[in-house]
């Protein structure tokens, strides 16, 4: 008898003996269950650290100055002839490969779609144009631990009775800042009792953030450095946003210094998996939720399990194991082919949004997103020349075991708001997040959306923020 075979035979016995109960005794079950599911928290909950340490580093070149220019400049993206006719040439001097027949996009971008973006690219996207576009909002530049660090910083238009709140929003991999271009509007002018001043830093490495010259500059780091850029701006209180490596890094800036962090509203929901009532919550969770906390929609995102949460990523996870190891060879080829980079970039926007893309031969770019917002993104990365550093930062953060790394160890105390996205790549169902959360407030179930969810979805990302902050605020002034 396999594995899988005993499993199946356990579980069928458990629903055998639970059927013969009746339902005062399945009732009992169910809160004894979660009374020792309780008690099994609260000794987790006991013995684990509340903070994770703030430390300190310098990563500009060469040894660390008596004093750091602590100046905030106004910063403007600029563009330049050369760039666009250097951009031109090397589009021009592409060698494409014919891709095979009905591939669609299950073996990366489709090169005969890819054309056709490289078409539009070439002849009608319009860079100095978005170079305005990006303009539109006030952009700045200021040193830490060594290097500059960019930031967006958007002001609320205020309404009679609204509350201001400082909101920082995080990005990550492939994005940049201008992932959230479609929300800042909707947070900045609202019609809610609250509106958010808003600041969205490039992570050092990304896009116009200088990156980091030593080796070790992972998550932790990145939290600290915004710690330090939010007191630099005056705020001693403030909520924090993020997906992808964003949702790391405001994590960390949570369990670091919690008494600054007002709340926490993730879009990406990483909780540990390898705690046996996880894995025996999933062995039991198909078939009977109730008894491990799980909803019909979480079984209905989790299962099958193999395919969606292993299979899946396996298909998915290529360019990780690639960035986490040797980045910098894989790196060079991004760095000098701008179609390179483009298809590089642009397949993450494709699968990550949908895996139901890879169905299709255009890969559903431009279900959600216009080429001019996909390319100006991928014109952020190629004029910084920032993707070998941003490709870094998974090695950065992956060299060691990080399962084991003091912030995946300690839990999050601050009030804390979760979106689940239907097509994010893994779905985390709320039993298994209040394992590392502590505090959520918040947790919904969002209608629509993937990955990147201020870009793609950015007006149910707003209302489901404002929502949660709203509950915050609420409780903080009762």
Partial sequence: MGFEDSIMQTVECIKETLGNLDRSKLQLLALSSAGVGALLCYLAWKQSPKTIPMGDGWWGAGEKPLAEDKTIHRFVVKTSVEEIEDLHRRIDQTRFTDPLE?????????????????????????????????????????????????????????????????????????????????????????????????????????????????????????????????????????????????????SNMAQMKPECVRGLHLNMIIARTDRLGQLLSLVIGRYLPFLVGFTKEDVRRLYPYMEKNLYDILRETGYLHIQATKPDTAGCGLNDSPVGLAAYI????????????????????????????????????????????????????????????????????????????????????????????????????????????????PQLLANDIIQFVEKVESKVHK
């Fill in 102 to 250: 009905d591939s669609c996009f299950h073996y990366g971008f489709n090169s005969s779609y890819l054309k056709r973006v490289v078409s539009y690219w070439r002849q009608e996207f319009d860079w100095e144009k978005q170079v305005k576009v990006i303009n539109q909002y006030p952009h700045f530049k200021t040193k830490i631990e060594g290097i500059d660090v960019h930031f967006v910083h958007v002001k609320p238009v205020q309404k009679s009775g609204q509350t201001v709140l400082p909101l920082m929003m995080v990005h990550g991999w492939p994005g940049t800042f201008y992932e959230f271009y479609g929300i800042l509007p909707l947070l900045t002018e609202t019609d809610s009792n609250v509106v958010f001043e808003v600041i969205c830093p490039s992570i050092p490495g990304y896009g116009y953030s200088e990156a980091p010259h030593k080796k070790g500059f992972n998550t932790m780091e990145a939290a600290r450095v915004f710690h330090k850029l939010m007191e630099r701006l005056g705020f001693t209180e403030f909520y924090v946003q993020g997906g992808d490596w964003g949702a790391f890094i405001t």
């Fill in 346 to 457: 642009l397949e993450k926007f494709s699968s990550w949004t949908d895996l139901g893309n890879r169905d299709l031969e255009d890969g559903g770019l431009e279900r959600k997103f216009s080429l001019d917002d996909l390319l100006t993104n991928v014109m952020i990365y190629w004029t910084t020349c920032s993707i070998i550093p941003s490709m870094r930062f998974y090695k950065e953060n992956l060299k060691k075991d990080f399962k084991t790394r003091v912030d995946r160890v300690t839990s999050v105390f601050v009030p804390t708001g979760l979106a689940a996205f239907p097509d994010e790549l893994l779905h985390c169902p709320r039993a298994w997040a209040s394992s590392r959360f502590a505090d959520v407030r918040s947790f919904t179930y969002m209608s629509r959306g993937g990955h990147f969810a201020a870009f793609e979805e």
